[in-house]
C-alpha cells in the first residue's frame, strides 16, 4: 500500500511480475521462489547501514544487531554445509569467484575450469571474462560422444597446463560430479581444488547430490538457486582447504573486504540466515528429492516424445535438450514457451554448431516448480505442453490457457 502511493508505476510493475509468476511456469533451472519470510529479511530496514568489516571488528558504529545478524549467519552456514569458515558477504556469484581468483592466485597464473558452451561458468575461465583476461585460461570440456566428463582426459590437459585453480562447477551439465576424482586429479599438479556449487547447494544439503566438502578446497555458491534463499554468494573454506593453507580463511576473507567489496549487504546476509534455517529443516531434504525426482519424470516423458536430451537423462535439478532433430532453434522454442506460459531458457549445447545467442539447445530445469508443490503428475502434464508448443506455434494460446487455470492449483509461496 505505501508503495503505491509513494510510486505507483514501480508498484503497478511489481504486481504485474507477480501475476506473471503466478501465472506462468518458470522453468530456469537457475530460479526459484523465496519465502515470504526470506523477502521480509531483504526488505528490512536492514539494508539501511553499512558494515564494512566484519562481526566484532567494523569501521562504522551502531553495528550490534548487524554483527549478531551476520555471525548467525557464519555459523548456520558453517554448520549445514560441514565447514570449517564460511564468508557470507559476496553479493553474488560472480565477486564470492572473484575473492577466490585473488585469494590463492597471482595475475598471469594458469587456471583451469569447464568452458561455457560445455556447461561452465563465466568465471571459471571464459574467454571474455576477467577470469581469462587477468590469468592464463585453459579450458576443459566434455566427452564429444558421451557429453560427460572424461576424467582421463582431464587429467592429461591437467599435466600439461599445470593450473594453480582447479574450477568444478557447471550451469548446465546434467550430472553428477566426481569430487574425488577431480580431488586426485588436482593433487596431480599441486594445484587448489575449488568447487562452485551454485546450480546444486540444495541438491547438496537434501542429500540427492555428494557434497564437495570432503575433497576439495574451497566451496563457492550462489544462495538464489536450489538453495532457494536471496540472490546472493557465500565461500566456504573447507578442513582440506585449512589443511593446504591455513591461511586460507583470512586471505579469502581479506579479498572479499577491503580486497574486492565495501560494505556487505546486511538485509541480503539476514535473508540468507534465514533461508539457511529453512534449509536445515527435514521439509527441505524431501523438497531437493522432489526437485530430482521431477526433473527426472519431465526427462523420461520427453524422452517419448522424441526429445534428444544430452548426456542421456539427468541426476540433477536440469534437463538440456538438442533440439535439431526438432527443427526449431532454442532461440525459438524460448519464446514460443514464453508465449505458452514455460519460461526456460535458450542454451548452448556441447560442440554445438550454432552461435550461443541462437543455440541448438534449451535448459530446463525444476527447482521453483517442485516449490509450488508439482510433483511427478504435473511434470507428466508439463512434458505434454512443452511437446505441443514445441511441435506446434498453433498450439500456444491454448496452452497459455490451460497453464492459467493450472497454476492457480499451486500458489506461490
Ligand atoms: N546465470 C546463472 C544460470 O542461469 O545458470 C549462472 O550464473
Known amino acids: 500500500m505505501k508503495l503505491k502511493k509513494a510510486d505507483s508505476q514501480i508498484a503497478k510493475l511489481i504486481e504485474l511480475e507477480t501475476e506473471r509468476q503466478k501465472t506462468s511456469l518458470e522453468m530456469i ?3 526459484n521462489h523465496t519465502s515470504p519470510a526470506v523477502r521480509e529479511a531483504l526488505g528490512s530496514i536492514l539494508t539501511d547501514k553499512y558494515a564494512e568489516g566484519y562481526p566484532g571488528k567494523r569501521y562504522y558504529a551502531g553495528l550490534e544487531y548487524y554483527d549478531k545478524i551476520e555471525n548467525l549467519c557464519i ?3 558453517k554448520k549445514l554445509f560441514k565447514v ?4 557470507v558477504q559476496p553479493y553474488s556469484g560472480s565477486p564470492a569467484n572473484q575473492a577466490v581468483y585473488m585469494a590463492v592466485c597471482e595475475p598471469g ?7 561455457l558452451p560445455h556447461g561452465g561458468h563465466l568465471t ?3 574467454k571474455v571474462n576477467f577470469s581469462a583476461k587477468f590469468f592464463k585460461s585453459v579450458q576443459y570440456g566434455v566427452d564429444k560422444k558421451t557429453q560427460m566428463f572424461n576424467y582421463g582426459e582431464i587429467k592429461k590437459l591437467v599435466k ?3 593450473p594453480k585453480l582447479i574450477w568444478v562447477g557447471a550451469t548446465a551439465y546434467p550430472r553428477i560430479f566426481d569430487w574425488k576424482k577431480f580431488r586426485d586429479i588436482a593433487d596431480s599438479v ?4 575449488a568447487a562452485d556449487i551454485a546450480h546444486i547447494a540444495g541438491l547438496v544439503i537434501a542429500g540427492v547430490h555428494p557434497s564437495p566438502v570432503p575433497y576439495v578446497h574451497i566451496v563457492t555458491t550462489t544462495t538464489h538457486k536450489t538453495l532457494r534463499g536471496p540472490r546472493g554468494g557465500m565461500i566456504m573454506v573447507t578442513e582440506e582447504g585449512f589443511r593446504k593453507d591455513p591461511n586460507l580463511p583470512d586471505k579469502i576473507n581479506k579479498t572479499v573486504f577491503p580486497g574486492l567489496q565495501g560494505g556487505p549487504h546486511e538485509n541480503q546476509i539476514a535473508a540468507l540466515a534465514v533461508c539457511l534455517k529453512e534449509a536445515a529443516t527435514p521439509a527441505f531434504k524431501r523438497y531437493g528429492k522432489q526437485i530430482v525426482k521431477n526433473c527426472q519424470v519431465l526427462a523420461e516423458e520427453l ?3 522424441g526429445f534428444n536430451l544430452v548426456t542421456g537423462g539427468t541426476d540433477n535439478h536440469l534437463i538440456l535438450i538438442d533440439l535439431r532433430n526438432k527443427n526449431i532453434s532454442g532461440k525459438e522454442a524460448q519464446y514460443r514457451l514464453e508465449k505458452a506460459g514455460i519460461t526456460i531458457n535458450k542454451n548452448t549445447i556441447p560442440y554445438d554448431p550454432n552461435p550461443p545467442f541462437n543455440p541448438s539447445g534449451i535448459r530446463i530445469g525444476t527447482p521453483a516448480i517442485t516449490t509450488r508443490g508439482m510433483k511427478e503428475k504435473e511434470m507428466k502434464q508439463i512434458a505434454g505442453w512443452i511437446n505441443e508448443v514445441i511441435s506446434s506455434s498453433k498450439s500456444v494460446p491454448k496452452i497459455r490457457k490451460k497453464i492459467k487455470s493450472f497454476c492457480k492449483k499451486f500458489p506461490l509461496p
Open 29 to 31: 533451472p537457475s530460479e
Open 75 to 77: 555459523e548456520r552456514a
Open 84 to 87: 570449517p569458515h564460511a564468508n
Open 109 to 115: 597464473d594458469t587456471i583451469m575450469g569447464l568452458s
Open 124 to 126: 571459471h575461465g571464459w
Open 160 to 162: 600439461e597446463a599445470q
Open 190 to 193: 599441486g594445484a587448489y581444488l
Open 303 to 305: 524422452k517419448k516424445y
